[in-house]
């Protein structure tokens, strides 16, 4: 009689972890691109082969169990442990191919996503580079539940153990405002304003305060092109960023772009990584998209606007 034990697969350490942190089967089929009864067949194997419950399922009901929670942090580890070796083979170019989940800023797509994929994509020839785009909390979501690797992303994460940031280009805010609308007239004139849920928006609010400044509620937008052409049909005036003025096409068509009337702030990105998930990989696709933003956005942005002066600043 064969008596050996089920084997353990990492395949099912990752399907494990998908379904806790999609909270669902279903959800955990969709993140991973499987069927829900092959989710199922995972955790079944898994629970056979360290002989125990992990998760309680029912129609109503999913959670895990106290073996389950004692199983959860290890099976994360084993999961970053795996891809940073993988990350040391392919900058060893000794790798199979691997691939990479990245969620970007909507300001970078026009402008710099295509020449940073393509110096990585020359740097590791092995690495498949996914990207997706959403907000700065929803790219943070999207890596903490491991449906991305990285992310780019405004740097508010304070210091957190799984965290490793890498910061990468200060951003000065300006002002924008109707192309027949002065600096002088925004006072004035109706204020057109990010998403309240949106960090930019929220920082943008709190500089206003703090200056004195409380326009009247009006339009939010989440997306800059939306905010631009609202300010144009309003005849009014919005804060924003000079990355986001830079990165959004025909901006200038639609907006122009002014010194603040209140006093200067600005906000830090950074391409951030679950710590030590990818090895030195993330520190390397850091230098390549300084690169590239100095390249398309940074040189010369100060002869289109002058009052900019040294208001980008790379970092470091």
């Keep these: ?13 990752q399907v494990f972890v998908a379904a806790v942190e999609a909270g669902s089967v279903t959800r ?6 499987i069927s829900p009864s092959t989710v199922s067949q995972q955790l079944a194997s898994l629970e056979a082969a360290l002989g125990a419950r992990l998760l309680e399922r029912t129609a109503r009901q999913f959670r895990l169990t106290k073996s389950g929670e004692l199983f959860l942090d290890p099976a994360r580890q ?30 970078l797509d026009a402008t710099v996503m295509a020449p940073w994929m393509l110096k990585l994509t020359e740097r590791f020839p092995n690495i498949t580079f996914t990207l997706s785009g959403g907000a700065s909390h929803e790219n943070h979501e999207a890596l903490s539940t491991r449906s991305v690797d990285l992310m780019l992303a405004v740097d508010t994460v304070g210091k957190v153990d799984w965290v490793d940031q890498f910061p990468i280009l200060r951003d000065p805010f300006i002002l924008v405002t109707a192309p027949n609308v002065t600096a002088d007239e925004v006072a004035s004139r109706p204020f057109v304003r990010y998403a309240s849920d949106l960090q930019i928006g929220r920082q943008i609010e709190a500089q206003l305060r703090r200056s004195g400044m409380q326009p009247a509620r009006g339009f939010e937008f989440s997306t800059n092109q939306a905010l631009f052409a609202m300010t144009a049909e309003l005849s ?12 959004t096409p025909l ?11 209140v006093p200067s702030f600005s906000r830090r990105l950074a391409l951030q990584a679950r710590s030590g998930a990818l090895g030195d990989l993330p520190a390397r696709m850091a230098e390549d998209i300084r690169s590239s ?5 940074v040189e010369g942005s100060a002869s289109r606007l002058p009052f900019l002066s040294d ?3 790379m970092l470091r």
């Design 311 to 313: 208001g980008f600043q």
């Design 236 to 247: 009014g005036w919005a804060i924003t960023t000079a990355l986001a003025y830079f990165g």
């Design 28 to 33: 955990a089929a969709h993140r991973l691109g």
């Design 1 to 13: 009689m064969d008596n050996q034990e089920p084997p353990f697969t990492f395949r099912a350490a």
């Design 78 to 107: 084993l999961l970053d442990d795996v891809t940073a070796a993988k990350a040391r083979l392919v900058m060893a170019d000794q790798s199979p191919p691997m691939a990479i989940r990245i969620a970007s800023l909507e300001e």
């Design 251 to 261: 901006a200038g068509d639609l907006v122009t772009a002014h010194a603040l009337p």
């Design 293 to 297: 933003l100095q390249d398309r956005i």
